[in-house]
């Protein structure tokens, strides 16, 4: 059963930077798709941030693209989110998850329970 | 960025209703979308992916159909555990993007 898990500070404080870790078990993220994050602010909807592909490659939402870094650690099995220069714009409930991939079909099938992070000083 | 669209932002049913919600795309997006369910407090759940496909463990009650720009999720009877958010979501291109979401409320 493949279980993905967030970890990270629930506060951040303006102009820092936000870091969370995902970690995997049940599957190798070595082995296929994508692997990202999307975050969900109080009451609102799901805004997709980014993913990473098991080569290394990244794609990013352009909106946080030049606050963002997504990166993988395949030795651990897990990935992580760097998000800069947070504002309160940023407080949100973070979720990793999987991209699934295959011939016609792209879907995030499996989400970790997700991270409240609040920044605020 | 693609937008998603939905409608209703909200509805109220009974148990046993029969129940539509529509996600419109601003522009074709194949068969590259996917419905989720959403619960108070909990992570969105796959339900529907590539338009129709239902998703393991899933129960039949949930279908999906369209193509291009036009897109339905169905509920063929409404059941107690099934009121919840439910979200659209296109990924033919990056960047993925939601609907706003649809709330289903007990009537």
């Known amino acids: 059963q493949v279980q993905l898990q967030e970890s990270g500070p629930g506060l951040v404080k303006p102009s820092e930077t936000l870091s969370l870790t995902c970690a995997v078990s049940?599957?190798?993220?070595?082995?296929?798709?994508?692997w990202g994050w999307i975050r969900q602010p109080p009451g609102k909807g799901l805004e997709w941030i980014g993913a990473?592909?098991?080569?290394?490659?990244?794609n990013y939402n352009p909106s946080l693209k030049s606050r963002v870094t997504i990166s993988g650690d395949t030795s651990k099995n897990y990935f992580s989110l760097k998000l800069s220069s947070v504002t309160a714009a940023d407080t949100a409930i973070y979720y990793c998850?999987?991209?699934?991939?295959?011939?016609?079909?792209?879907?995030?099938?499996?989400w970790g329970q997700g991270t409240m992070v609040t920044v605020s000083s | 960025d693609i937008q998603m669209t939905q409608s209703p932002s909200s509805l109220s049913a009974s148990v046993g209703d029969r129940v539509t919600i529509t996600c419109r795309a601003s522009?074709?997006?194949?068969?590259?979308l996917n419905w989720y369910q959403q619960k108070p407090g909990k992570a969105p759940k796959l339900l529907i992916y590539a338009a129709s496909n239902l998703q393991s463990g899933v129960p039949s009650r949930f279908s999906g159909s369209g193509s291009g720009t036009e897109f339905t999720l169905t509920i063929a009877s409404l059941q107690p555990e099934d009121f919840a958010t439910y979200h659209c979501?296109?990924?033919?291109?990056?960047?993925?993007?939601f609907g706003q979401g649809t709330k289903v409320e007990i009537k």
């Open positions: 049940g599957f190798s993220i070595s082995n296929v798709h994508y």
């Open positions: 990473i592909h098991h080569s290394g490659s990244t």
């Open positions: 979501q296109q990924s033919v291109s990056v960047p993925w993007t």
């Open positions: 522009q074709s997006i194949s068969r590259y």
């Open positions: 998850a999987r991209h699934y991939y295959d011939s016609g079909t792209r879907t995030v099938d499996i």
